[in-house]
Nanobody, 122 residues
């Protein structure tokens, strides 16, 4: 089993910054894509950003130019640096992994963390 543990959420004023972290743990051999999605009240879950194991990022249109995704493959950890936050960024942010290859030979597809709340408000 693979566990995703997120940290770094909280309350921030408009224009402020936050950094989210998500560490994948378990019997992991490798992780291909990792990333972040978010879900605001009454809205569908949407892509924030993903990153390949080679470091190629992909961003949702609403966060381009403000958010930066990065990862540490040795730690199986993905980060999300969020700058110039607006109230529209308020949501629960979920960590995601694409394909996780396990040391047991198994494969896990589409893993999700429990989510961390980000609230942008004055």
């Amino acid at each position: 089993q693979v566990q995703l543990v997120e940290s770094g959420g909280g309350l921030v004023q408009p224009g402020g910054s936050l950094r989210l972290s998500c560490a994948a743990s378990g019997s992991i051999l490798s992780v291909n894509d990792m990333g972040w999605y978010r879900q605001a009240p009454g809205k569908a879950r949407e892509l924030v950003a993903t990153i390949t194991s080679g470091g190629s990022p992909k961003y949702g249109d609403s966060v381009k130019g403000r958010f930066t995704i990065s990862r540490d493959n040795a730690k199986n950890t993905v980060y999300l640096q969020m700058n110039s936050l607006t109230p529209g960024d308020t949501a629960v942010y979920y960590c995601w992994t694409g394909i996780v290859r396990l040391t047991t030979g198994g494969i896990q597809y589409n893993g999700w963390g429990q989510g961390t709340q980000v609230t942008v408000s004055s």
